[in-house]
């Protein structure tokens, strides 16, 4: 109960889109700081992009500025993440998570994690 669920993972060749969302499970991500977060086989789990759900100020990792933009639906109470010029060291299972204190760009500041979706990007 109350993590949230993530969608919209899939197979798309280098150059290609895919948006993910992100919706929220039986709490409400108002006064969250909302993340993503991705991790490769063999890799930690790295910072991709976060949003404040009240001011709506955002954060990128320099590897995704520029292609990737992160938003929000308060009314959904969803967040999302459009992925665009995709790169095969993009694929990765992506996580979406919930934080009320700490660094952005930290995972151990992120306490509620969604089960992740897989993006495949072929080359």
């Known amino acids: 109960q109350g993590q949230p669920v993530e969608s919209g993972g899939g197979l798309v060749q280098t150059g290609g889109s895919l948006r993910l969302s992100c919706a929220a499970s039986?709490?409400?991500?108002?006064?969250?700081?909302m993340g993503w977060f991705r991790q490769a086989p063999g890799k930690l789990r790295e910072f991709v992009a976060a949003i404040s759900w009240i001011s709506g100020s955002t954060l990128y990792a320099d590897s995704v500025k520029g292609r990737f933009t992160i938003s929000r639906d308060n009314a959904e109470n969803t967040m999302y993440l459009q992925m665009k010029s995709l790169k095969p060291e993009d694929t990765a299972l992506y996580y979406c998570?919930?934080?009320?204190?700490?660094?952005?760009?930290?995972?151990?500041?992120?306490?509620?994690w969604g089960q992740g979706t897989q993006v495949t990007v072929s080359s």
């Open positions: 998570a919930s934080s009320y204190s700490g660094s952005w760009y930290s995972p151990s500041s992120y306490d509620y």
């Open positions: 039986g709490r409400t991500f108002r006064s969250a700081t």
